[in-house]
């Protein structure tokens, strides 16, 4: 297993009790897993993952830290390209702005650039 699998292991292993760990799970798991693209003007979050979990851990932070409600395991839509699985999150436009506002605080406090996170597939 590689370094960056075992670090995202490791961060789907529990769920941190304090909310600024929490943001700092959720942070770490979009810089690898996470792309954003705007389609129709409207921001949409793609998660780049082999690993379902993963996908699904995010959506718990998320959901337990900035109380946004979406059910992952009812409603996914997978892409694959080259081995990879995108599942695209149906989450309303105005909880990817407070979900995109609270990473950019995280990055803020920590100085860390989030590479790719706001990339193309």
């Known amino acids: 297993m590689s370094f960056s699998e075992e670090v995202k292991q490791e961060l789907i292993g529990k769920l941190p009790s304090s909310r600024h760990c929490q943001l700092s799970a959720a942070a770490a798991l979009l810089h690898h897993c996470g792309q954003v693209q705007e389609i129709e003007g409207e921001p949409v979050l793609y998660l780049r993952t082999d690993r379902r979990e993963q996908a699904q851990k995010l ?24 081995g990879r699985i995108y599942f695209r999150a149906g989450i309303a436009s105005q909880d990817m702005r407070r979900i995109l506002t609270a990473v950019e605080e995280t990055r803020d406090s920590t100085g860390a650039e989030p590479a790719g996170f706001n990339g193309k597939i």
Not at 59 to 82: C, P
């Open 59 to 82: 959506f718990t932070i998320l959901r337990k830290t900035l109380r946004i409600e979406r059910d992952f395991s009812r409603e996914e839509e997978k892409l694959r390209v080259r």
